[in-house]
């Protein structure tokens, strides 16, 4: 079994998104050990870009602020070493294409694996293009963790039978941010994902009430929030962990 299917093991798996380094890297890790304390099941870990094209404002003004308080992947790669000493949920990495192939493909992967990092989400990587690091990602056991999106359409069938790891379901059109509808016929997308594949899918893009987060998960395998989470950030700084932790234990009890 995948470690990432161990997320969705305890009813439906809610997935907070964390930029690496905002507003450093110590807070960061007091930020995702309250998580887990609070019942999240997936860590999602951004390695910042500066350039995050799928990234709405806030996660933008996330990686800005965390690049400018000199976060580095290697940085990253040795604070993830610390904190796999008592986090033991799935961890997977966020981030683009550029970050992987200049740190050096096989280097990046690898050190993935040695880190016990479950899986890969590079957003700007189209299905098509997967070969570049799909044979690595096997390789070394992680994950390569494909997107669906609204406009996939005929494309969701086939995406699906070659899932790996979850499937990452974007819920709406443009980049992440909180929204205050979604109105995609995600329950139509999902049929197609659930005809081709047994791996679980969780939603991502645009949610960040309890009430979204129900409606998603009725549909879905589990719940995937990252903007919400990044302006607690931005507005409390090294005192965001207590907030954060408060709104995780709010949003995994709408979705059980």
């Keep these: 079994m995948s470690n990432i299917k161990k997320a969705f093991l305890n009813g439906k798996a809610f997935i907070p998104f964390i930029t690496c380094g905002d507003p450093d890297l110590e807070t960061t890790g007091n930020v995702i050990r309250t998580a887990v304390e609070n019942g999240a099941d997936l860590i999602e870990l951004g390695i910042p870009f500066s350039d995050p094209t799928a990234e709405g404002p ?19 790669f040795a604070f993830v070493a610390e904190l796999r000493k008592d986090v033991t949920v799935p961890l997977v990495f966020m981030t683009y294409a550029n970050v992987v192939f200049s740190y050096g493909s096989e280097r990046f992967i690898s050190t993935c694996k040695d880190l016990s990092v479950d899986g890969l989400i590079l957003p700007d990587l189209p299905f098509e293009e997967k070969e570049e690091f799909l044979p690595l990602c096997r390789k070394y056991g992680v994950d390569l963790i494909s997107m669906i999106a609204p406009t996939s359409e005929n494309r969701i069938a086939m995406i699906a039978k070659e899932a790996e790891g979850f499937l990452y379901i974007v819920s709406s059109l443009g980049v992440t941010g909180t929204r205050s509808e979604i109105k995609t016929d995600l329950k139509s997308i999902i049929e197609i994902v659930r005809q081709n594949t047994d ?28 903007s919400a989470i990044i302006k607690q950030l931005a507005l409390h700084g090294t005192e965001a962990p207590g907030y954060v932790g408060a709104y995780v234990h709010e949003m995994k009890q709408a979705v059980l």
């Design 58 to 76: 806030v996660i933008q003004a996330a990686n800005l602020r965390a690049l400018q308080g000199g976060v580095t992947t290697d940085k990253i």
């Design 199 to 226: 791996i679980p899918c969780a939603i991502g893009f645009g949610i960040s009430t309890p009430e979204q987060a129900e409606k998603m998960a009725a549909i879905a395998d589990g719940v995937i929030v990252g």
